[in-house]
Nanobody, 121 residues
Protein backbone atom coordinates (compact mmCIF):
# COMPACT_ATOMS: atom_id res chain seq x y z
CA UNK A 1 0.00 0.00 0.00
CA UNK A 2 1.43 3.34 -1.05
CA UNK A 3 1.27 6.29 1.29
CA UNK A 4 2.10 9.89 0.54
CA UNK A 5 4.30 11.42 3.22
CA UNK A 6 4.53 15.20 3.36
CA UNK A 7 6.92 17.56 5.09
CA UNK A 8 7.95 21.18 5.10
CA UNK A 9 4.95 23.21 6.19
CA UNK A 10 5.15 25.96 8.77
CA UNK A 11 4.73 29.64 9.45
CA UNK A 12 6.44 32.42 7.56
CA UNK A 13 6.15 36.18 7.11
CA UNK A 14 4.88 37.67 3.85
CA UNK A 15 7.61 37.60 1.25
CA UNK A 16 9.21 34.55 2.80
CA UNK A 17 9.84 31.11 1.36
CA UNK A 18 9.03 27.51 2.19
CA UNK A 19 9.62 24.19 0.50
CA UNK A 20 7.12 21.36 0.70
CA UNK A 21 8.19 17.80 -0.01
CA UNK A 22 6.16 14.68 -0.67
CA UNK A 23 7.31 11.13 -1.11
CA UNK A 24 5.40 8.00 -2.05
CA UNK A 25 6.29 5.14 0.25
CA UNK A 26 5.83 1.50 -0.74
CA UNK A 27 6.33 0.14 -4.24
CA UNK A 28 3.92 1.56 -6.78
CA UNK A 29 4.02 0.16 -10.28
CA UNK A 30 3.93 3.72 -11.57
CA UNK A 31 2.69 7.18 -10.67
CA UNK A 32 0.87 9.32 -13.19
CA UNK A 33 0.19 12.91 -12.11
CA UNK A 34 1.79 14.07 -8.88
CA UNK A 35 1.57 17.45 -7.25
CA UNK A 36 -0.02 19.71 -4.67
CA UNK A 37 -3.45 21.06 -3.84
CA UNK A 38 -4.47 23.40 -1.05
CA UNK A 39 -7.54 24.19 0.98
CA UNK A 40 -8.06 27.41 2.90
CA UNK A 41 -10.69 27.69 5.64
CA UNK A 42 -14.16 27.95 4.18
CA UNK A 43 -12.94 27.33 0.65
CA UNK A 44 -12.82 24.36 -1.69
CA UNK A 45 -9.65 22.42 -2.34
CA UNK A 46 -7.83 23.84 -5.32
CA UNK A 47 -4.94 22.87 -7.56
CA UNK A 48 -1.60 24.51 -6.80
CA UNK A 49 0.72 22.67 -9.16
CA UNK A 50 0.92 19.23 -10.71
CA UNK A 51 3.32 17.34 -12.94
CA UNK A 52 2.66 14.54 -15.38
CA UNK A 53 5.01 11.58 -15.41
CA UNK A 54 6.86 13.12 -18.36
CA UNK A 55 7.33 16.46 -16.68
CA UNK A 56 4.55 18.63 -18.03
CA UNK A 57 3.73 20.99 -15.18
CA UNK A 58 0.56 22.97 -14.61
CA UNK A 59 0.35 25.84 -12.12
CA UNK A 60 -2.57 27.75 -10.70
CA UNK A 61 -2.57 31.31 -12.03
CA UNK A 62 -2.28 32.64 -8.48
CA UNK A 63 1.12 30.98 -7.94
CA UNK A 64 2.75 31.32 -11.37
CA UNK A 65 6.13 32.99 -11.10
CA UNK A 66 6.33 32.39 -7.34
CA UNK A 67 6.06 28.62 -6.90
CA UNK A 68 8.18 25.95 -8.60
CA UNK A 69 7.31 22.27 -8.71
CA UNK A 70 9.98 19.66 -9.25
CA UNK A 71 9.54 15.92 -9.54
CA UNK A 72 11.94 13.01 -9.22
CA UNK A 73 10.41 9.93 -10.83
CA UNK A 74 13.19 7.63 -9.64
CA UNK A 75 12.48 8.56 -6.02
CA UNK A 76 8.71 9.09 -6.40
CA UNK A 77 8.98 12.54 -4.87
CA UNK A 78 7.76 16.03 -5.60
CA UNK A 79 8.96 19.30 -4.11
CA UNK A 80 7.16 22.62 -4.13
CA UNK A 81 9.43 25.64 -3.73
CA UNK A 82 7.26 28.56 -2.62
CA UNK A 83 8.75 32.04 -2.83
CA UNK A 84 7.31 35.49 -2.16
CA UNK A 85 4.57 33.97 -0.05
CA UNK A 86 1.43 36.01 0.54
CA UNK A 87 -1.20 35.82 3.30
CA UNK A 88 -3.64 34.42 0.74
CA UNK A 89 -1.35 31.39 0.36
CA UNK A 90 -2.33 30.34 3.89
CA UNK A 91 -3.94 26.92 3.66
CA UNK A 92 -3.51 23.23 4.31
CA UNK A 93 -1.46 21.84 1.45
CA UNK A 94 -2.12 18.28 0.27
CA UNK A 95 0.10 16.08 -1.83
CA UNK A 96 -1.79 14.23 -4.56
CA UNK A 97 -0.78 11.35 -6.81
CA UNK A 98 -2.35 9.01 -9.32
CA UNK A 99 -0.94 5.63 -8.29
CA UNK A 100 -0.99 2.41 -10.28
CA UNK A 101 -0.20 -0.95 -8.73
CA UNK A 102 0.00 -2.83 -12.02
CA UNK A 103 0.09 -2.31 -15.78
CA UNK A 104 -3.69 -2.53 -15.85
CA UNK A 105 -6.00 0.46 -16.37
CA UNK A 106 -6.81 1.24 -12.72
CA UNK A 107 -5.33 4.39 -11.21
CA UNK A 108 -5.90 5.28 -7.57
CA UNK A 109 -6.22 8.95 -6.66
CA UNK A 110 -4.30 9.28 -3.39
CA UNK A 111 -3.86 12.12 -0.90
CA UNK A 112 -1.37 12.93 1.78
CA UNK A 113 -2.43 13.92 5.29
CA UNK A 114 -1.94 17.62 4.65
CA UNK A 115 0.54 20.15 5.97
CA UNK A 116 -0.29 23.62 7.24
CA UNK A 117 1.24 26.70 5.63
CA UNK A 118 0.60 29.99 7.40
CA UNK A 119 1.72 33.33 6.00
CA UNK A 120 1.31 36.14 8.47
CA UNK A 121 3.12 39.15 9.82
Amino acid sequence: QVELVESGGGSVQPGGSLTLSCGASGSPFSINGMGWYRQAPGKERELVATSTSVGDIQYADSVKGRFTLSRDNAKNTVHLQMNNLKPEDTAVYYCNAGVKYSSGPVTYNMWGQGTQVTVSS
